[in-house]
């Protein structure tokens, strides 16, 4: 039962996070909060682990939470629910998309998309920001990475790699 469970509530979120990985955030908040799959405080460590690995972020995040739900087959079964939908529209959509791409309807309704996706992406950060930034010195980290990020152009790895050591530097 518990994997028929992990495949509808990812397909649930697969189907309805359009924007990406991040946007599968509140998403997972909210399955937090409903079932006992994982506490806030360990979506944060998923959320860190995911982005400092190779792959979507959404896939990673869900077969994260499928395993430590249900063991391999709980990650396969969530990874799979979270990306059958996504299989499903693209085949339905590049059969239709391309007869219907001048549509001035399809237009707005992608232009009032991207300012929603982008509310979603926002609104993850924030919850995410109040998990992380829980002191002055992490308020300092935060400040400063994303400072460095803005002005220094270098690879993403390299500044996860650095708040990683500057974590252990700075709490040993």
Known sequence: M?????????????????????VTVPFLFELSDKYAWFSH???????????STPGPLGVNMATYAGFNTAGILGGVIATIGLTTPSVIVIVWITGILSRFKENPYLQSGFYAIRPAVVAL???????????AVVDVLSAVLCAVFFAAIHFIKIHPIVYILLGMAAGIVLKL
Request: cysteine-free; overall charge negative.
């Open 2 to 22: 518990i994997y028929l469970l992990l495949f509808w509530e990812f397909f649930k979120v697969g189907l309805l996070a359009i924007g990406g990985g991040l």
């Open 41 to 51: 405080q360990e979506l944060a460590d998923m959320i860190a682990i995911s982005e």
């Open 121 to 131: 992406i926002l609104g993850a950060s924030l919850q995410l920001f109040r998990l």
